[in-house]
């Protein structure tokens, strides 16, 4: 598939109006088929034809393909919901309407997306009064956030993209062809005509597993240094390779994502944690020479355990994500206090192997909320072997109930230690010191508030049993709390990574 960055430089004076957005008139039907009525035949009439409508006089750009959304096994029901409703609340009114982007080639492939983008014929004052909750946000390119039943809807209005070239187009520098297609990928989606149109022939980079960039690979890089981190994320949680120009660029102009700013960091290496791809996530950052900068600490785990930049084997940071990944989808993401945890977790057993049974009793002292006696009684009673193959794992001890209770609390504040030092910019620097040829990084991504809400998941274990606290019961999680960083919630998923990683299911 193609990251972001289609090219076209406008001369001066280039009208980028008719016949490129002539097509965008508001259109009245009498009647419309709801996306649910999948037998309803599709509506005739006039409405935006991008097959016939992009391409210019004198154009040099590509000519879109139509495929039939059924042939490549796309069914409607896969669209969420509150999706459905925005879509069919705006095209009852006339409006055509688009899935774009990541969505589409998400249904292609027969995932679940991470989220619908839409974009519309309708004007977003338009699009404001067709729906009871919902507002403009944004200032240099503006959407609608559309509320519906407790999730919000992104839509984009082609007006707004015919306004924002018109006033670029005459920039030589400007290198955006039509910018929908820049922003939300170089696939749409009608869904009621069931058409996929395809610009940039997306759908044989599907075919072909592979990740590249639209322009060359330096340019979009250079341009957005967050597009290499965003390859990454694509190819990590589809598990495509890279074209051979865009993992040149990848790995040789990598240290542009250091001139990013911290809160986009941490926005985009969320995206490649908390979604379901945490570890071919890390695997390709370690591969292309992207986890020195962004994670030195891990990276200096990998290098001290011999962990080469194409490894296939495994080890226990990667189990843990591994773990995680399984409990976790793109529509049901972790808070990012989770996944911060966890590097902070195994870096504290790193610095110390501790006994499996010390690793287990602590995990469930942080599930109970600090209940250190109950939960070295249940860790006792586990009758499972644990992964040998770990070096951050001693060999078990009878260890007696006082001593147990004392490694756990060791453990603990050694986990609030390593909190401390990840997020000190000296200690992170001097991660990699060791091997002269790392490049130089003392990037610290994790704001203040993130770092006192991993402080939280664990202190209950070092300060006693929090008082009303009750501990999760079952299995089932509740994902909606999770993401917004619930602490039952983290605890409770905490504990059960950090257990099936130490006692595998497949052990007995």
């Known amino acids: ?93 006339g409006y055509e309407v688009y899935l774009v982007g990541g969505c589409v080639r998400d249904l292609i492939l027969k995932r679940t997306p991470k989220d619908f983008d839409i974009i519309t014929t309708a004007e977003l004052r338009e699009v404001v ?208 206090s989770l996944w911060v945890g966890i590097l902070a977790f195994h870096k504290a057993l790193s610095n110390k192997p501790r006994d499996p049974l010390v690793v287990a009793a602590f995990s469930l002292a942080v599930h109970n909320g600090g209940d250190i006696p109950e939960a070295i009684n249940i860790a006792k009673n586990i009758n499972k072997s644990h992964d040998s193959s770990f070096h951050e794992l001693s060999e078990p001890q009878n260890l007696e109930d006082l001593t147990l209770v004392n490694e756990v609390m060791d453990l603990a504040a050694s986990v609030k230690s390593t909190l401390s030092e990840m997020t000190d910019e000296h200690f992170v620097s001097q991660a990699m010191s060791a091997y002269p040829q790392a490049p130089f990084s003392d990037l610290v991504f994790i704001p203040l508030a993130l770092y006192l809400n991993v402080c939280k998941v664990f202190e209950c274990v070092t300060m006693g049993a929090e008082k009303g606290f009750v501990a999760k019961q079952g299995s089932r999680i509740d994902y909606e709390l999770l993401a917004l960083g619930s602490l039952r919630e983290t605890r409770h998923t905490f504990a059960r990574v950090v257990f099936d990683t130490v006692y595998p299911l497949d052990r007995t």
């Open 1 to 93: 598939m193609a990251v972001s960055g289609l090219c076209f430089a406008c001369k001066p004076h280039f009208s980028l109006r008719p016949p490129l957005f002539h097509c965008f008139r508001k259109i009245r039907f009498s009647s419309v088929a709801a996306i649910e009525t999948l037998d309803e035949p599709v509506i005739q009439g006039a409405h935006f034809s991008p097959a016939k409508n992009v391409s210019g006089e004198g154009s040099k750009l590509s000519h879109w393909k139509k495929l039939n959304s059924q042939d490549l096994g796309i069914s409607t029901s896969n669209i969420s919901k509150p999706t459905r409703k925005v879509l069919n609340g705006l095209k009852t009114k």
């Open 129 to 336: 009064k067709a729906f009871s909750r919902c507002e403009i946000i944004g200032r240099r390119f503006p959407i609608c956030h559309v509320h519906m039943d407790d999730t919000v809807v992104e839509v984009c209005s082609f007006f707004l993209i015919f306004d924002f070239l018109n006033s670029v187009a005459c920039n030589p520098n400007f290198h955006f062809l039509v910018l929908c297609l820049l922003i939300f990928s170089w696939l749409m989606f009608d869904p009621f005509a069931r058409i996929i149109y395809d610009y940039m022939g997306g759908i044989e980079d599907i075919k072909k597993a592979k990740v590249r960039t639209v322009i060359p690979a330096s340019t979009s890089f250079q341009e957005d240094g967050a597009r290499i981190l965003r390859a990454i994320r694509i190819a990590a949680r589809l598990g495509f390779s890279f074209s051979r120009e865009t993992a040149h660029f990848v790995k040789n102009l990598s240290c542009l994502i250091l001139r990013l700013d911290k809160s986009r960091l941490l926005m985009e290496m969320n995206y490649m944690m908390a979604y379901g791809s945490a570890e071919a996530s890390l695997r390709l950052l370690w591969k292309f020479g992207l986890l020195e900068l962004l994670l030195p600490i891990q990276a200096a785990y990998f290098v001290r355990t011999g962990f080469r930049r194409r490894d296939k084997r495994s080890n226990m940071l990667l189990s843990l994500f591994s773990k995680l990944d399984r409990l976790l989808a793109p529509n049901r993401p972790c808070h990012s």
